[in-house]
């Protein structure tokens, strides 16, 4: 791992070389783990990375974390911090701040009163967010990054297979009885953590972000379930939408536009499409079918380290997309108040074409439980 994290510190620095920041400071948020394995408190005390344009880095870490840090010596070291020091000068030191520092990039996540505090040292300093730098480098996966995202999207699956299957009730229960019960087999199946379990049934099913609740599910009702967690640290999410009972003819014909729209979605995503493409291939033909105010949100979202990351999929990103993009293809179809549903997968790009992470079913599945 040390030698792929000194990797990524190159690619950074020669980022920041190519945009003009001088230094980049890191501290709450993926990108921290990303480069050096330790992920920070969210506290009051502060640690952050400062990384320079060249030579290694270094991490300002309050001493009574420190112990948890492993230091990688081609990437950081470790500069730990007593109370009674005043963090934000040590960081201002080594940044070189109020001095020759004049552009700086700083965690999209770092907590305003840090940001302030420093910005204080050096008022005259332009700043933007790291993900101008670290988002586009994170959002391509590396062979060992690939396989904790396929080893993750395998264990969702094998919850999705549980749904699809009838061995997890539905008729009598609560959403958030469903939704309690998905997130146990997400880590009976090894997740260390679950993210969301969205349980959306009859109406709620229209609501693509639903908060499972008491609503007790009925028979011949669709129900719409995304899930996820973290596993190794890379995440997975997976939607599959299921009656429980006959759908109705007009549920049947809007189920069929939807699984068409996601297989065209996939099928688009080959290297050198544009995300935006990736958009309009499944909307296109949602849209055709008549359905085009219903499919109220973009496409998909790129994941990794976090949920929800770079690459998005969506109407004017013009990113192409590049061997190892890893993001989620969920088109859905709300009809207010009426009913709804999703189909979600996580795809790689690769150069022999997109790459499906989720094999569970499409088909239309009614499971009377
Ligand atoms: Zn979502
Ligand atoms: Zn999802
Ligand atoms: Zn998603």
Request: hydrophobic share 40%; net charge negative.
């Amino acid at each position: 791992m040390s030698s792929a994290r000194a990797g990524r510190l190159n690619r950074v620095q020669s980022r920041m070389e190519e945009l003009g920041v001088d230094v980049l400071l890191l501290s709450l948020g993926a990108d921290l783990p990303w480069l050096t394995g330790y992920e920070a408190m969210p506290l009051e005390r502060l640690t952050m990375l400062v990384v320079p344009r060249g030579g290694t880095a270094t991490l300002v870490v309050p001493r009574l974390e420190a112990p948890r840090v492993d230091e990688d010596a081609d990437v950081f070291r470790v500069r730990p911090w007593s109370e009674g020091d005043d963090p934000v000068q040590i960081v201002a030191a080594l940044a070189g701040l109020g001095g020759a520092a004049e552009e700086v990039a700083v965690s999209d996540r770092t907590w305003a009163a840090f940001v302030l505090a420093l910005q204080a040292t050096m008022p005259a300093a332009y700043w933007r967010p790291s993900s101008q730098i670290t988002g586009p480098l994170r959002a391509v996966k590396d062979e060992e990054e690939i396989d904790a995202l396929a080893a993750a999207s395998a264990a969702a699956d094998r919850v999705a297979a549980q749904l699809l299957g009838g061995l997890i009730p539905l008729i009598g229960r609560t959403e958030r009885e469903v939704s309690q019960d998905i997130g146990r087999r997400l880590i009976a199946e090894g997740h260390q953590k679950v993210n969301f379990a969205i349980v959306g049934s009859g109406p709620n099913s229209a609501s693509p972000h639903h908060e499972p609740g008491g609503r007790r599910i009925e028979a011949g009702e669709p129900v719409v379930c995304d899930f996820g967690g973290t596993m190794d640290g890379y995440c997975s999410d997976i939607t599959r939408t299921v009656w429980t009972g006959e759908p109705t003819v007009e549920q049947r014909k809007m189920y069929m536009v939807l699984q068409e729209a996601q297989m065209e979605g996939v099928a688009s995503a080959e290297v050198g499409v544009t995300c935006e493409a990736v958009d309009g291939a499944a909307r296109r033909v949602i849209a055709d079918a008549g359905y085009g105010d219903a499919f109220i949100h973009r496409t998909g979202h790129g994941i990794g380290l976090e949920e929800h990351e770079d690459p998005y999929i969506v109407e004017g990103n013009l990113v192409p997309l590049e061997p190892g993009h890893a993001f989620s293809v969920e088109p859905g179809i709300y009809l207010a108040g009426r009913f709804g549903a999703r189909i979600e997968d996580i795809v790689i790009a690769s150069s022999d074409g997109p790459v499906a992470l989720n094999d569970v079913s499409h088909d239309l599945t009614v499971v009377e439980v």
